[in-house]
């Protein structure tokens, strides 16, 4: 699984029937440097299926190969990336978690 930050949307013409009317994202991959805010998003970007409504700028961890098509298991769905969670906050040090 990979934090990836979410750059924009894609709209296909065609679709594999199993995906038709699913949103589809463009995201970026992100270092420990970029979750921290130390540094920009890299060249890579990759294609995610989501089912969270995700928005531009959002942060998100991102399952990749096969185990993004598993929350579908028995009806596989074709995908590469599959938006898991939407990450509201990460925090890198345990100094920096909230109190309980």
């Known amino acids: ?4 930050r979410v750059i924009g ?4 013409s065609r679709a594999h029937p199993s995906v038709v009317g699913a949103r589809w994202l463009i995201a970026v991959p992100l270092h420990l ?8 998003a890299g ?3 990759l294609v995610v299926y989501d089912e969270l409504a995700a928005g531009e700028g959002m942060l998100l961890a991102v399952s990749e190969g096969a185990e993004a098509s598993a ?3 028995p009806d ?12 509201d906050r990460v ?5 920096d978690f ?3």
């Open 98 to 100: 909230p109190p309980a």
């Open 33 to 40: 440097e970029d979750v921290a805010g130390a540094a920009a």
């Open 1 to 4: 699984m990979r934090i990836v």
């Open 71 to 73: 929350p579908f298991h």
């Open 91 to 95: 925090w890198l040090r345990p100094e």
């Open 76 to 87: 596989s769905k074709p995908l590469d990336a599959y938006a898991a969670a939407i990450l």
């Open 9 to 12: 949307k894609l709209t296909l």
């Open 43 to 45: 060249d890579e970007s």
